[in-house]
């Protein structure tokens, strides 16, 4: 009674059903004599289908450039196929750019064939990679476009030469902390004739005896020069002014007196778009120079205590379509009402103004919101005059305005409260180190107003250049980004400038106090920029 058949009833066959087509199911993995190498990378101790052998290695690779650098290495280990598809199609790379590194040239770009932005870093405590390998690499990534290299000391004149050569198809050049100078520089605006990308900072090979750059062949095609802590920047000016079609040009903490170099600029290129004057030797006279680019749409005054509103004057009546205005006034008190008033009577396009260490009044800031329709991005930092009479000004008139930032400024409760009435269009608004606003006003409009987004923080009023909330250093936007990194990051280093130059001259030492709040806010718009 009860016995059970000696035969093995067969279980039910379950039926595939959509949403499970992307598990593994038990199913044999046959292979046949002509399957290729790829195929044959089934691991045989899962019983199930790879489904990602039904993709196109064009389709993979796509895949792999929505990873992060630590995943797509992992995956590239999974198999042969994904080691070799993943190698195919990584245009970005990072190399830990010791000497060390020599032997392994060959094998990395046999892999990496495909590579058009190489970034090259080697931190200051090893012996970096010298002209022999900056050469092998040349000759095997035929393909480069893009090159970004950091503390390659090892690096001379001779070896940029001989790289120069080899990479005519280079379109964008980041420099820093090298030791090779002018020569070097030269024969890239020889050979790579259609870069459109420069970026030079601490070039130590660079001094008083260094030849001129770019006083010969230099290409038609340089679009942004970007130029940041040398002793003698004025070698390069030659080559900012001979730079026909230059649309952006950014100088950072350079020696030397820039009014003369801008006055050559002005009267040859007026096609100037961008322009950015940080902690350099510049007067009025060279703010008059840049007023004759009349398509300047983007201008940044950051401590240059020399500049008055006088010369802001000029840019304002002949710089109709300006955009974007940071001025840093260093406290300075030579920048005020009569310039930006200016500025609000001729210069209607205004979508972004970023005033620090400036002390504008209601006559100035009324003039401002009534004129500036567009005005989005408003940032107000270090400045003794705005009080809860201005702020109240803003929040009845700025009707456009979508951002605001208050750092450091003898604003109350009450002024803040303005802001639940007025600025109808603003999404978010930081107030940092303004004493007499309390976090209860901060929540109060947060809750008054729910779609705003309030972010408050105490403190003491410091120091211009020890707010950190708001400085860091403005980055070359040539350079670009590094994501899919298959092979050893160097790591991170400050690469100070040299002791001497920050002892010896300390009107450019400290940080920077250009403000990054608007970066993540603003949207870039017909940026030539990209970043390594």
Not at 2 to 16: K, V, W
Not at 134 to 145: A, D, P, Y
Not at 351 to 379: D, F, H, M, W
Request: charged content about 25%; hydrophobic content about 35%; glycine content about 8%.
């Amino acid at each position: 009674m009860g016995q059970s058949s000696s035969i093995p009833e067969t279980p039910p066959q379950r039926e595939a059903s959509p949403s499970r087509r992307f598990s593994f199911k038990q199913l044999p993995v046959m292979s046949t004599p002509d399957q290729n190498d790829d195929e044959s990378d089934r691991s045989d101790t899962v019983d199930g289908r790879d489904y990602t052998l039904d993709l196109p290695d064009e389709c993979l690779g796509i895949i792999f450039h929505f990873l992060g650098s630590g995943d797509r290495k992992r995956s590239s280990l999974v198999c042969q196929r994904w080691l070799r598809v993943d190698g195919e199609h990584r245009h970005r790379l990072s190399l830990n750019a010791q000497a060390g590194i020599l032997p392994f040239i060959p094998c990395i770009f046999a892999r990496f064939d495909s590579v058009t932005k190489l970034a090259l870093r080697c931190d200051r405590k090893s012996i970096s990679i010298d002209d022999d390998s900056l050469v092998l690499i040349s000759v095997r990534c035929r393909n480069l476009t893009r090159l970004k290299l950091r503390g390659c000391r090892e690096i001379t004149d001779l070896g940029m030469a001989a790289f120069a050569q080899n990479s005519k198809g280079l379109k964008k050049l980041s420099v820093g902390s090298c030791m090779f100078g002018a020569k070097a520089m030269n024969a890239v605006l020889e050979h790579c004739t259609g870069l459109e990308e420069l970026s030079v900072k601490r070039l130590r090979g660079i001094h008083d005896a260094s030849e001129k750059i770019g006083a010969g062949k230099t290409p038609t095609t340089l679009k942004s020069i970007c130029l940041k802590e040398i002793l003698n920047g004025q070698c390069f000016g030659p080559l900012i002014v001979s730079s026909k079609n230059l649309k952006t040009l950014k100088l950072f903490r350079c020696l030397g007196d820039w009014d003369r170099v801008l006055e050559m600029l002005g009267n040859g290129n007026r096609g100037l778009t961008e322009i950015h004057l940080e902690r350099i030797q510049v007067t009025d006279l060279g703010l008059s120079a840049i007023a004759k680019c009349s398509n300047l749409e983007i201008l940044h005054i950051v401590k240059a205590p020399e500049c008055s509103n006088f010369g802001l004057i000029c840019v304002a009546e002949n710089c109709k379509l300006l955009r974007k205005l940071h001025i840093d006034g260093w406290r300075t008190n030579r920048i005020g009402d009569e310039g930006l008033i200016a500025v609000a009577r001729d210069c209607p396009e205004i979508q972004e103004l970023v005033l620090i260490g400036v002390n504008p009044t209601s006559l100035s800031l009324a003039a401002i919101a009534s004129n500036c329709k567009k005005l989005e991005r408003l940032a107000l930092c270090g400045s003794g005059t705005i009080g809860d009479d201005e702020f109240a000004c803003i929040a009845a008139k700025c009707v456009a305005l979508k951002k605001l930032c208050i750092k450091g400024c003898p604003i109350s409760n009450v002024g803040l409260k303005t802001l639940a009435w007025g600025c109808p269009n603003l999404a978010k608004i930081k107030v940092k180190k303004c004493k007499g606003v309390s976090g209860e006003v901060a929540e109060w409009l947060r809750e008054r107003r729910g779609s705003l987004t309030v972010n408050w923080e105490s403190g003491e009023i410091v120091p211009l250049d020890a707010a950190a909330g708001l400085s860091g250093g403005v980055e070359s936007s040539m350079e670009f980004p590094l994501d899919h990194v298959a092979v050893t990051i160097a790591p991170s280093s400050s690469n100070n400038p040299l002791a001497l130059f920050r002892t010896k001259f300390g009107f450019f030492s400290g940080r920077s106090f250009v403000p990054c709040t608007f970066r993540r806010w603003s949207v870039s718009e017909n940026s030539n920029n990209g970043n390594l």
